[in-house]
């Protein structure tokens, strides 16, 4: 069974600062991974997504990565800024040869930018 | 366009009555899925039907149940509310029924009373 981890929790960063945020996944045969942000009691946003022939995947002052042999994916966020506060999820399908649209999430990171 | 619509925004449910939620998909998607987002979890995948085929459950209560319709749109259906289905219930939309980008709608947040 798929289980996906970000650590830690929660992360405060002063503005302007370089940041990574962390996404671990105990199967290492995925289909895809895609980062998503959620604001306060809104839905999902998709930011990145990376198929698994990938290594990395960039979007304005996002760049994420992929390790799938070592079950690892990076969410780099360069020059923060206090618009970035919100709580970002990694997620994974369950279907390794992606089937369906069965994802798997970690419980996410809520990140604020201090101005 | 219109991204992914679901409505009502909020609702509030005594134990034992049944809602219906609805959700629109982004003009052109075929597959739908949903998903219940407990606060501090993540989403937990609850089904996804694609060309109005179930094409995957999960573990979730037979008090649950879903359809697709012709034009693409879903309802999400649970009976005899339990308070521990208080939560974010989310709809995702995408192109194919395969793990391609999904894309989430802002939500139904239902409480139970």
């Known amino acids: 069974k798929q289980e996906v981890t970000q650590i830690p929790a929660a992360l405060s960063v002063p503005e302007g600062e370089n940041l990574v945020l962390n996404c671990s996944f105990t199967d290492s045969a995925i289909y895809n991974l895609q980062w998503f942000r959620q604001d306060p009691g809104k839905g999902l946003t998709s930011l990145l997504l990376?198929?698994?022939?990938?290594r990395e995947q960039t979007s304005g002052r996002l760049n994420a990565s992929l390790d799938k042999s070592s079950g690892r994916s990076t969410l780099y966020i360069a020059a923060s800024q206090p618009g970035d506060s919100a709580t970002y999820l990694c997620?994974?399908?369950?279907?390794?040869?992606?089937?369906?649209?069965?994802?798997?999430f970690g419980k996410g990171i809520t990140l604020s930018v201090r101005p | 366009d219109a991204g992914v619509t679901q409505s009502p925004t909020h609702l509030i449910k005594t134990r034992g009555q049944q809602v219906t939620l609805r959700c629109s998909p982004i003009s052109g998607h075929k597959s739908v899925s949903w998903y219940q987002q407990v606060l501090g979890q993540g989403p937990q995948f609850i089904f996804q039907y694609y060309e109005k085929e179930e094409r995957g459950r999960g573990n979730f209560p037979d008090r649950f149940s879903a359809r697709q319709f012709p034009n693409y749109s879903s309802e999400l259906n649970v009976n005899a509310l339990l308070l521990g289905d208080s939560a974010l219930y989310l709809c995702?939309?995408?192109?194919?029924?395969?793990?391609?980008?999904?894309?989430f709608g802002e939500g139904s947040r239902l409480t139970v009373l």
């Open positions: 997620a994974v399908p369950s279907s390794p040869t992606g089937a369906n649209s069965k994802l798997t």
């Open positions: 990376i198929q698994s022939s990938q």
């Open positions: 995702a939309s995408s192109l194919h029924g395969s793990s391609g980008e999904l894309f």
